[in-house]
T-cell receptor, first 115, second 110 residues
Framework: ETGVTQTPRHLVMGMTNKKSLKCEQH?????MYWYKQSAKKPLELMFV???????ENNSVPSRFSPECPNSSHLFLHLHTLQPEDSALYLC??????????????FGPGTRLTVT | TQLLKQSPQFLSIQEGENLTVYCNSS?????LQWYRQEPGEGPVLLVT?????EVKKLKRLTFQFGDARKDSSLHITAAQTGDTGLYLC??????????FGSGTKLNVKP
């Protein structure tokens, strides 16, 4: 596997379900990100992890819970979601989370539908 | 408030035409990147520009960073149907803040 992988690619869940999204990066990067992308809004940064420590949390509802067990893996745990949470969830990684220039590499995303 | 504004939002052109997409801000960015995203996929990095006035070329794509590092443009020459997608600019602001623009959706018709 190369780059950034995400599983599952598609997920349909009811509002009372609990599920998790998984992201893995094979680039040796130290920072990982979760973004939400919906049809009517630009990319929204949700969480940033640097060296497994959460460094940014952009007012995301508590029904989204991130976990970063090591620098290669990132999870997004989901519970009691709302239909408006339906979106493409993108994971990204970068060498660092600070500096004059750091490039992010994205996974293919998980298309989430909440019914 | 969108720190990076892209224009136009939508662009539909015929194959073979030229086009320019703009990314503007009132803030200074230490670097700026352009990504292309195809439906159902993640954004793919095209280029990074770091120096004011810098111009980079990637085949038919020309990227320019403004002298004051507040804006950037992407010019595509002789567009092809394979150029269709969402073009996103993104910039590093204040050393550790990474912002994405709202995107330009390009459709190149055969």
């Amino acid at each position: 596997e190369t780059g950034v992988t995400q599983t599952p690619r598609h997920l349909v869940m009811g509002m009372t379900n609990k599920k998790s999204l998984k992201c893995e990066q094979h680039l040796g990067h130290n920072a990982m990100y979760w973004y939400k992308q919906s049809a009517k809004k630009p990319l929204e940064l949700m969480f940033v992890y640097s060296l497994e420590e959460r460094v940014e949390n952009n007012s995301v509802p508590s029904r989204f819970s991130p976990e970063c067990p090591n620098s290669s893996h990132l999870f997004l745990h989901l519970h009691t979601l709302q239909p408006e949470d339906s979106a493409l969830y993108l994971c990204a990684s970068s060498q660092t989370a600070s500096g004059d220039s750091y490039e992010q590499y994205f996974g293919p995303g998980t298309r989430l539908t909440v019914t | 408030t969108q720190l990076l504004k892209q224009s136009p939002q939508f662009l539909s052109i015929q194959e073979g035409e030229n086009l320019t997409v703009y990314c503007n801000s009132s803030s200074v960015f230490s670097s700026l990147q352009w990504y292309r995203q195809e439906p159902g996929e993640g954004p793919v990095l095209l280029v990074t520009v770091v120096t004011g006035g810098e111009v980079k070329k990637l085949k038919r794509l020309t990227f320019q960073f403004g002298d004051a590092r507040k804006d950037s443009s992407l010019h595509i020459t002789a567009a092809q149907t394979g150029d269709t997608g969402l073009y996103l600019c993104a910039g590093v602001y204040n050393f550790n803040k990474f912002y994405f623009g709202s995107g330009t959706k390009l459709n190149v018709k055969p």
